[in-house]
């Protein structure tokens, strides 16, 4: 019996610990958001900047051959005319992506863009913020199709409004 409830209680920290895995703190404490519960981090990098990447799973065949994903970067800058350096460094290179093609600005420093990776069309969100002498983007990163259909898609997307509407 005591082996059965310390089996009960190690498997229940590891589920609360399980549960709150998705509660992320980035720049010691002062960027906080919460992905939705199926994405998984896949890497991190800490200093300056500091990156975050989740992977959110498709389960489709397109998920096998098209990784979808979110990342946020935090990197210290002086002031706002750093900021828009940073900025312009990150669209810069959005720009040279192979098939690149612009989608619109779809709000103040908010870019969408289509690329290719791999032979596959992607579809890229781009939104930039200063805060606190901080430059804070978040990059979503799906195929542009899915044969996971439009549910999954719109899943992913509010999953990134949501991270958006937390680092505002």
Not at 56 to 80: F, Y
Not at 102 to 116: C, E, L, M
Not at 141 to 153: D, E, H, I, L, M
């Amino acid at each position: 019996m005591s082996f059965l409830r310390t089996t009960f209680a190690v498997s229940a920290l590891l589920l609360a610990g399980a549960a709150t895995a998705t509660d992320i703190d980035m720049a010691g404490g002062s960027v906080r958001f919460h992905t939705p519960d199926p994405w998984v981090g896949i890497m991190e990098t800490q200093g300056d900047p500091e990156v975050r990447v989740f992977q959110v799973p498709d389960s489709s065949p397109t998920g096998t051959t098209a990784l979808a994903r979110v990342t946020v970067t935090v990197k210290q800058v002086a002031d706002v005319g750093e900021f828009q350096q940073y900025m312009n460094l990150a669209t810069n290179k959005a720009k040279a992506l192979t098939g690149y093609q612009a989608g619109g600005n779809i709000g103040p420093n908010n870019f969408a863009y289509s690329a290719q990776e791999n032979g596959t069309q992607f579809a890229y969100i781009e939104r930039y913020w200063f805060k606190e002498g901080r430059a804070i983007q978040l990059r979503c990163v799906r195929p542009a199709q899915s044969q996971s259909g439009a549910a999954w898609k719109a899943a992913f997307d509010k999953g990134c409004d949501d991270i958006a509407a937390q680092l505002k």
